[in-house]
Structures are given as C-alpha cells and as structure tokens.
DNA sequence: TCACTCTTCCTAATGTGATTAGACAATTGC
DNA sequence: GCAATTGTCTAATCACATTAGGAAGAGTGA
C-alpha cells in the first residue's frame, strides 16, 4: 500500500484543476479520487467531505480572484483602473470557470474566514479602482456593488453559454465598461 | 393502484414549486415524486428524466419571465421602460428562484425551441424598452445585452445571498437602472 | 535496530438518487 | 363487454457520498 503523500492542498488543486476543466457541477470526489491515484474514502483523511471540497476551492478561488485584481489595478487610476480591472475578472473567469463559478456560491462560503477575508480584500481593490470617481460612504459601496454586479453578470453569462454567437462579446464588454464608466462620471461632472 | 392523474404539466408545475420553494440545486425527481404522491419511476411516463425535468422547468421560467417583462413595458418609454422592465425582472427573480435559476442554464436550454422563442421575445420586449434610446443595429443589441447583464448579475447576487447585509440591495437597485439610463443616453446627448 | 504511535490508505458496507425492465391494473375506444 | 393503450408499481442496477474498521508506511525515542 504505498503512500499518494496527499495533503489538502493536492486535494483542492485537483479539485480546481476539474471544475476549472470539465466545470463545477461535475466535480465529485469519485472523480477527485480518480484523478489523484487513490480511492474516494481516502479523500476523507484530508477534506471533510464533498461540501468541504467545494467550500476551500471558493476559498482558494476568490483568493486567487482577489489577488488578479489586485495585480491589474496597481498603478492606475479613473478609467484606466477600472477598465484594468474589469478586464482581470473577465480573464479570471474565463481561464477559471470552475474556481470562479466555486468562489461566487456564497452561501457555502458565508462561514468561511478565508473566503472572507478574499472578499474583503476585492472589495478594497474595487473601492480603490473607483477612488478616482470620487464616491463617499455609501455611494461607494453602492459602485462597488454595481461593478460587481456587471462584472459577474458578464462572466456568468459568457461562461455558462449565455451570449448568443452572432455579436462579439469583446464589443459588449467593452461598452459595457464604458457603461459603467459614464454612468459612475454622471454624479462627478452634475 | 388509484391513478394519480398526473401529466407533463403537473410534473414541471411540481418541479417549480419545489425549486422555487427549496432551491433549483435541491430538485430531483424523488422529491417531485413525493410531492405529487406517487414514486419517482411513474415520472417517465411523463418526462424524460431529471434533465428533461429541468429542461422543461428551464422553458417555462423563460416564458413566464418573458410574458412579466412585456406585460411590465406595456405603455410604457424610456426611463419609465427601463424601470419598469428592471423591477419586472428582479421580481420574477426573487419570487421564483427556482424557475428563474433554470431558466438561465443556457447549455440545458440550448436546443429547446420553447426557451429559444421565450428568449427571442425576451429579447424583443427589451429592444422596445430602449427603443427611445436611439441606438440602431448592433449597438441596440449591445445595449439589450448590457442591460441582461446588469439585471442577471443582480438578480443571482441577490437571489444566492451575494450581497452583505449592512446596505440596501433596493438603492443599489435603483442606482444600477440610474447608472444604465445614464450609459445609454450618453451617445445620444453627445 | 526495535517498539510505539500516528497517519494514510484500503476494503466493506450503507444509504440516496437516477434509471431501466417488466408486471399489472385502470382507462379508453370500439 | 373486450382489446389496446396508458399509468403506476416493484425489483434491480449503477453511481456517488459517507462511515467503520483494519493494515501498512513513517517518524520517534530507546
């Protein structure tokens, strides 16, 4: 019986090697176990459980999430910043689908102190990269929320299929970072 | 052996109930099968499986939110148009999570001519709903997309609990249509 | 080196759910 | 009333998650 030499971080890189390859929903412990070289009870020595699985690698995905945006955003500022970091999600999301798609399931991660910290640190990124539009207090978390939510409405819709093939998603993103953009000037320049 | 009297119908209308109720990750056809009194083998007399379930599920959620959203544009322009085809949106979203979570799976819907028709007038009510943006050809198609991405990235991130608590969801609602009324009417004040 | 302990891996077993096959009763058409 | 069809059932198989319990690898201290 000779040893895999396993640990949990092997187990949730394989973990995101096939969600991230054959997509989230398909990612099983059997399948896990499989591509590790040993048998699904074995898995149990080093995650929890299924559930436990699919909650380090939301952990593990939007910390990698966070750090992208954090890369893209430095030095830049106003439109530059935002467009920076528009386009780090996008790109996240597309060479990720599976970590990303993990790392958006937020109930399973809502206990989760890792992934919170992630979504804390993207947060502060997103505040950062908006700094130039001038938003105070609520206002700025209500930008923020609004990036999130164009940014992660794109990303699912081109992951999971959803643009129909005749127009150029590129274009769409790029009005729609421009959308953004205007609308967030609108206050600064009223 | 009383008959239960079920049909293709009273299947998908049960899938719905459970899915909206309990979660579309949480339907299957045992739980259907309880629900409607008989045991999960009589189902494929009426339904193919639990994909075909979904499917089905998945077609109705886009005909009952594409029917919302045109009775929501009735009479209606512009902002106006957009506000109301926003709410109309969201609140499908929020009262049938379910249905609407199937309705978005584009890869299960892809070859269903009833989702494909749902979502063509989909796509129709909210061309109407810009119409007095002014924007022709693509970039009209652009903008429906645009406005599809900002409704869908809010209604998940609401529906699976994205967002924190301490702020309003509803102002960053309002927020979100004022900031796509602002990025659309931009070319047209330029 | 040896004994002890801990850890990692295994096989065996259970439970849930999807699905298929085949039996049989209820309904329908005549 | 009778035959055909249809709807429902039980029984069985398969995939997967999970638990229990056993055996062997690896490290530790003598």
Redesign the pocket.
Known sequence: ???????TDAVVAAAARLADADGFES???????AEL??????????V?????VRRRLGARGAAELAETLSRAVEGRAGFDALHAVAHAYRDYARSHPGSYAASQRSRDLQDDPDADAANRAAVRVALAALRAYGLEGADAVHAVRMLRVALHGFATLETEGGFALALSPDETFEQLIELVDAGLRRRLES
């Open positions: 019986m000779p040893r895999a030499g396993l640990d990612l099983t412990l059997a399948r896990i176990a070289g040993v048998r699904s009870p074995s898995l149990y020595a080093h929890d459980g299924l559930d436990d």
